[in-house]
């Protein structure tokens, strides 16, 4: 049996806009006064940018208002892993040098590890597609 | 059963077998011989599996063990071994014959049983002995020049040192033999399908049969009841996201409620054996309540067409770009031409097959997910397995993987396995078939353009002007990408003052389009190229002089208003000048009777190093004095394990053999980017120059000289470098304008044809190919990437179309054989690149952007008769013969 067109999304009310070179390219962001080139998922796009301003300000965008001693330790371990490693640490590894369980380091941050303090450190997005 | 005895490398062995067993599966399950290797679905076509019974190659998926009682077997294995390898292997590693390696171990036995009988084979007789062993990788180039290289030295006339480089030799610019092919000639560097797990599960597929439905539900209950089925998983088993996303969200692993083209992935059945599981994913019952069926662009951006995606509309992505005044420019043009273009949907068709393994590692919380797979970005994919399957402790790791020419920039096996291995708590193996592996994996983007270009009445290009519309297909992968690659590229190698294009992605129930050697340049660069030379003809001006007085020169900018210091383009022209001449002059003889002889040229200047691209590798110093590198650098086949370890071995003075490699998984390497967009020489090389850079630095402060005494010094061993582009930023959403690449590399093609203008059918007789990449590391690297990137353009050109449901294996892909390799000559420049690692560049895809307008250039010089539709099929080239009559 073929449907009705309207089983389409278009006819639930809502048209989503198109993309254009905006919405999947790096953009520039001003983060108090320091300019900071991001990707479209706002993962900062070098980490050599990152400073502790702009880590409280991408800590506040995710509802994070002060950043207590045990998340500026994960922030500043996920940084200095990642600059001696290449990569970003996996859990078990921030749970070796923290001392705190997977489950303590996934509510530590709004979107957990991956999504929340890799941002907030920032690392780069680990969907990166160059070319 | 039967009862069998026969011997295997030398070796006497009793079976018992079914009557259907064949010599293949009994090889590799039974023996865990893997040098023989499958791919074609048993169906004979490919030779990967070719071994020697009785003296005589044959492939064996076809050998019925039943049938060989008595039988003498002989597999590569049987050859040599990596330290102790016979003359074949060598002369195969010596002739830059193996490249991703998985044809290699059929193509030495197929080799072994010729000059076994004649030690002295001529072209014909190489081609008729290879004929049923197929290759994508190398248009077959260096498997000849292999074979003829192992008959001197089976004849004594030469031996393998004498070949061989001095390894203590200079190191750019010198083709040492590549550190992984070894391994592969003698068929135990094992790929994915190869790897040995106990217990293993083996997985198939139930795929939606619909191109657009609504998943009612899914009956799991016959499948689970059936022979050997462990259990039956759907998305509601797959813990994370279920999402495969990489730039939009749009496709699952599993389709749960919804599926968007024929083949899509629904259930996963585990079972003890893979026919068992097979059987039992036909058994999943799935009732579907059909939606309107997309098939075009056309039909997507109609009124009132359904729209596919909930978060996109079909029309997805539009990006124009503006430079100049076009529409005044062209009114203004002494002389201009308008065409329509368009390419087909194709595939990238590597011999290896879609196949992933996965097994959990370890126990309870710590128990860690690995995926062993053929991806080219393993960090990447590790953080889409890890949201997409919910699961944190993931490590990815690359086998050797057969070619992919871009298709493992998208990823679906790995999740598959990976989600299977979760579930059901069991090691895993997910084999597709062939026809399975063509289906679900992503394929090249048909684009559909109408330009018109103008130039003064001295033939300088005016204005461009292009509206390109690209079929998405049903998922976006790295649709988006694929436009701006093409922007960026846009005016080739040209000055092009005034330009207007308009890129346009659209969703429709087709094939995903993904990543494919070039990715959106190919495209445009027929299109363009056809319509220089239409310019050329209407204006009376040579082909390649057209092209010449049009280069884009150092200062001036191409269309996105990117300013290049370099562009060595003019000195290609002249290169292939000679070349050139002689082919005109010897097609003029050619232009009356049944067989047309024709000469076409097209051009490329292809971008290395996207705006905002970094790479990273590390080095460390290791305590024997040899230097060990860190880095994500995926070598499907183009040799980066050669560039890595050359490098590395000029900048320090280190033995090549001391210089070792971590490359292939996410615990201990660095990430570096996809192994795409040409990128791993420059980006990759680029960056383990920084790194031995830093290292070097801090032993001449120390005078340290050995890893201990750099310790001793309080220095670290171990540093990283990360090459950065020197430019970062989009494109401009209004008018396309910003940043391009870093570097470029330069190509002219040069394609002699001949068109039987009676049946249509085209011969490609030679294609010479003038670049200038800069500085060349490995030179039969670079040849070899040539070469099997022309023989990919001309199977574009002429013969490869991928059609959903119908192309199902290398018969009804038309697949490249040695019997259509044709002669190629490459003319090489190196101008160093200012920012290039030691001045070079890459060029795995330029290799073939320009090939298919250049015979289709051919094609009209021999016979008048232009195509617009790739590919030049026979039909159409009647077609366009009897219009123009």
């Not at chain 2, 088993?237 to 999402?243: A, E, Q």
């Not at chain 2, 993987?401 to 998208?410: C, H, I, N, R, V």
């Not at chain 2, 080095?619 to 370890?645: H, Y």
């Not at chain 2, 005078?703 to 989009?730: H, I, N, Q, V």
Request: proline share 5%; glycine share 10%.
């Amino acid at each position: 049996m073929v449907a009705d067109t309207r089983d389409s999304p278009r006819w639930d009310g809502t048209t989503p806009r198109l993309l254009d070179a905006g919405d999947v390219q790096q953009k520039v962001r001003d983060f108090g006064g320091k300019e900071v080139l991001v990707d479209k998922d706002d993962f900062l796009w070098r980490p050599e940018d990152w400073t502790e301003d702009v880590a409280m300000a991408l800590a506040t965008e995710c509802g994070i208002d002060t950043m207590n001693d045990l998340q500026w330790q994960v922030i500043r371990f996920l940084r200095e892993y990642f600059f001696y490693h290449g990569r970003a640490p996996l859990n078990r590894d921030i749970k070796a040098a923290v001392g705190i369980s997977l489950m303590e380091l996934e509510c530590l941050f709004p979107g957990g590890i991956r999504r929340g303090a890799r941002r907030i450190a920032g690392l780069p997005n680990p969907r990166t597609c160059s070319g | 059963m039967k009862k069998v005895l026969m011997k295997v490398n030398g070796r006497s062995r009793q079976f018992v077998v079914e009557p259907d067993r064949v010599l293949l599966d009994l090889l590799r399950e039974d023996l865990s011989l893997t040098g023989a290797k499958q791919s074609c679905d048993r169906k004979g076509q490919c030779g990967a599996c070719t071994v020697i019974v009785n003296g005589k190659a044959v492939r064996s998926c076809l050998q019925k063990v039943a049938n060989l009682d008595g039988a003498d077997v002989i597999t590569v294995e049987g050859l040599g071994t990596p330290f102790n390898p016979h003359l074949i292997q060598e002369a195969f590693v010596l002739s830059g014959a193996v490249q991703c390696g998985f044809c290699t171990p059929g193509m030495i036995m197929a080799t072994k049983a010729l000059l076994d009988s004649n030690p002295n084979p001529d072209i014909d007789a190489i081609k008729r002995a290879l004929q049923h062993n197929l290759c994508r990788c190398t248009g077959y180039a260096k498997i000849i020049d292999a074979v003829k290289l192992a008959s001197l030295f089976i004849r004594g006339e030469s031996t393998p040192d004498a070949v061989r480089p001095d390894p203590n030799g200079p190191k750019i610019g010198v083709s040492h033999p590549r550190p992984s092919s070894m391994v592969k000639a003698c068929g135990v560097a094992q790929f994915s399908a190869d790897i040995h797990l106990q217990d293993a599960l083996e997985l198939a597929v139930a795929h939606s049969t619909e191109y657009h439905a609504k998943i009612l539900s899914i009956d799991t209950s016959t499948a689970e009841r059936m022979p050997g089925v462990i259990g039956v998983m759907t998305a509601k088993d797959i813990k994370g996201d279920n999402s495969l996303k990489l730039i939009v969200a749009d496709q699952n692993v599993l389709a749960g409620d919804k599926v968007h083209c024929l083949g899509d992935s629904i259930a996963i059945v585990a079972a003890r054996t893979r026919d068992q599981a097979r059987a039992a994913a036909a058994a999943v019952a799935i009732t579907y309540q059909s939606l309107p069926v997309i098939k075009s662009p056309k039909e997507a951006m109609a009124q009132r067409a359904a729209q596919l995606h909930a978060q996109l509309p079909n029309l997805c992505f539009r990006q124009p770009q503006i430079k100049g005044d076009a529409k005044k420019a062209l009114a203004e043009s002494a002389f201009a031409v308008g065409a329509h273009f368009s390419t087909q949907m194709n595939h990238q068709a590597p011999l290896e097959p879609e196949v992933s393994v996965a097994y959990l590692e370890g126990d309870g919380e710590d128990a860690q997910l690995v995926v062993v797979g053929r991806s080219i970005n393993i960090h990447s994919d590790l953080a889409i397995l890890q949201t997409a399957l919910g699961y944190e402790n993931v490590r990815y790791e690359e086998a050797f993987s057969g070619g992919q020419f871009g298709q493992k920039t998208a990823m679906l096996s790995e999740a598959i396995a990976g989600a299977a291995a979760l579930h059901f708590q069991r090691p895993v193996r997910y084999v597709p078939s062939l026809a399975e592996s063509m289906m679900t994996t992503t394929k090249r983007h048909p684009f559909d353009m109408n330009l018109n270009l103008g130039c003064n009445k001295d033939g300088k290009f005016t204005a461009f002007d292009i509206d390109f519309i690209v079929d998405n297909g049903a998922y976006m992968n790295i649709g988006t990408v694929v436009c701006l690659r093409a922007l960026r590229m846009l005016s080739g190698s040209y000055h092009i003052p005034n330009i207007n294009a308009l890129a346009q992605l659209v969703y429709t129930n087709n094939p995903a389009g993904g990543t494919a050697r070039g990715a959106g340049p190919p495209q445009i660069a027929f299109a363009l190229e056809c319509a220089i030379d239409m310019l050329a003809e209407r204006i009376g001006i040579d082909p390649l002089e057209i092209r010449r007085i049009n280069s884009l020169l150092p200062g001036q900018s191409i269309s996105t208003g990117h300013v290049y210091e370099q562009w060595p383009f003019p000195d290609l022209c002249a290169a292939i000048k000679p070349s050139y001449d002689k082919a005109r002059k010897a097609a003029a003889s050619g232009k009356s009777g049944t067989i047309r002889r024709g000469v076409g040229i097209a051009a490329h200047s292809f971008g290395i190093m996207s705006p905002g691209d970094a790479g990273r590798v590390a080095v460390e110093l290791d305590p024997d004095g040899g230097l060990t590198i860190f880095c994500a650098v995926a070598d499907p086949g183009e040799g980066n394990d050669s560039m890595l370890t050359q490098i590395a071995s000029h900048l320090t003075g280190i033995a090549m053999n001391k210089i070792r490699l971590v490359t292939r998984d996410t615990d201990h390497t660095v990430g570096m980017g996809p192994a795409a967009g040409s990128r791993m020489t420059y980006v990759a090389g680029g960056s383990l120059i920084l790194a031995i850079e830093q290292l070097k630095h801090a032993m001449e402060e120390t005078g340290a000289r050995t890893c201990e005494e750099l310790k001793k010094a309080g220095k670290p061993t171990r540093y990283m470098g990360s090459k950065k582009a020197l430019k970062e930023g989009g494109l401009d959403p209004e008018t396309g304008l910003g940043p391009s690449f870093e570097s470029r590399v330069h190509s002219i093609q040069m394609a002699e044809v001949e068109v039987n203008i009676d049946n249509g059918e085209v011969r490609v007789l030679k294609v010479t190919t003038a670049v200038d990449p800069g500085t060349v590391i490995h030179p039969q690297n670079l040849e070899g990437q040539l070469e099997g990137g022309v023989d990919q353009g001309v199977g574009y050109a002429l013969r490869e179309e991928y059609v959903h449901g119908k192309t199902i294996d290398y018969v009804t892909f038309k697949f490249p054989t040695i019997m259509t390799a044709f002669e190629m000559e490459s003319i090489i420049r190196e101008t160093p690149r200012l920012r290039g690692p030691l001045g070079a560049t890459g060029v795995g895809e330029m290799t073939m952007v320009c090939t298919a307008p250049a015979v289709i250039n051919a094609i009209y010089d021999a016979c008048g008769a232009r195509i617009y539709d790739l590919p030049a099929t026979p039909e159409k080239v009647k077609a366009a013969l009897a219009k123009r009559r």
